[in-house]
């Protein structure tokens, strides 16, 4: 599996972005999903996961009811829908895929070592 983030830029503190993450070279359609970011001097850390199914997504509590992940599994495609954007969201972002595993269509992983495949990175800057 090949994946290609986009959709990262430079933004003021309240604004929006929406992420892309696209896939290729499998079906798609029984991998979990992830988002993670890593900011300067900074540990890489989860954002955001869904489920093969779509039927379970998670998030990490700095960005609950702020960002919000889905996907389309006709585009082969997850999406992270960033909304009021804080400067402390500023970092590089990237997505990740595990799967097929066997999971159950609720389940998603939130650490990084559980996923197999990851993407280059898209950054994202949020000025004050």
């Known amino acids: 599996v090949q994946l290609q983030a986009s959709g990262g830029g430079l933004v003021q503190a309240g604004g929006s972005l929406r992420l892309s993450c696209a896939a290729s070279?499998?079906?798609?359609?029984?991998?979990?999903m992830g988002w993670f970011r890593q900011a300067p001097g900074k540990e890489r850390e989860f954002v955001a996961a869904?489920?093969?199914?779509?039927?379970?997504?998670g998030y990490a509590d700095s960005v609950k009811d702020r960002f919000t992940i889905s996907g389309d599994n006709a585009e082969n495609t997850v999406y992270l829908q960033m909304n009021s954007l804080k400067p402390e969201d500023t970092a590089v972002y990237y997505c990740a895929a595990v799967g097929p595993r066997g999971y159950s269509g609720s389940y998603y992983p939130t650490s990084d070592y559980a996923y197999d495949y990851w993407g280059q990175g898209t950054e994202v800057t949020v000025s004050s």
């Open positions: 070279g499998r079906p798609f359609s029984r991998y979990a």
């Open positions: 869904i489920s093969w199914s779509g039927g379970g997504t």
